[in-house]
């Protein structure tokens, strides 16, 4: 199993950008894909997790303004984030797991190396 994460970079406080990871070696069907985030000195929290039958979930602090998805093959997870904020600024990775989304690090398996998001 294999996770790559792409699409970090450095943007202003009101811009978008987008993530995607690509997923290897997971069978999509019954496979959950999450994407945390961790800032310097803080914990790894949760930002979105999609499973294979397409439900999403969010975290409260990027409703709205983050979508997930995942093309027809469900081989790629992409992360469209939108008025990005200074407080979003940190390294992003996805994560997978078998079975139900849950919003915690601690029930995923398989993680990418991360992307940095740095938002001014």
Do not use: N
Not at 7 to 31: M, N
Not at 50 to 66: C, L, M
Not at 86 to 94: G, S
């Amino acid at each position: 199993v294999q996770l790559v994460e792409s699409g970090g970079d450095s943007v202003r406080a009101g811009e978008s950008l987008a993530l995607s990871c690509v997923v290897s070696g997971y069978p999509h069907s019954g496979r959950c894909v999450a994407w945390f985030r961790q800032a310097p000195g803080k914990e790894r929290e949760a930002v979105a997790t999609i499973h294979g039958r397409g439900e999403t979930d969010f975290a409260d602090s990027v409703k709205g303004r983050f979508t997930i998805s995942q093309d027809m093959t469900k081989t790629t997870v992409k992360l469209q984030m939108s008025d990005l904020k200074p407080e979003d600024t940190a390294t992003y990775y996805c994560a997978a797991k078998s079975g139900a989304c849950v919003m915690s690090a601690t029930f995923y398996g398989f993680w990418g190396q991360g992307t940095q998001v740095t938002v001014s």
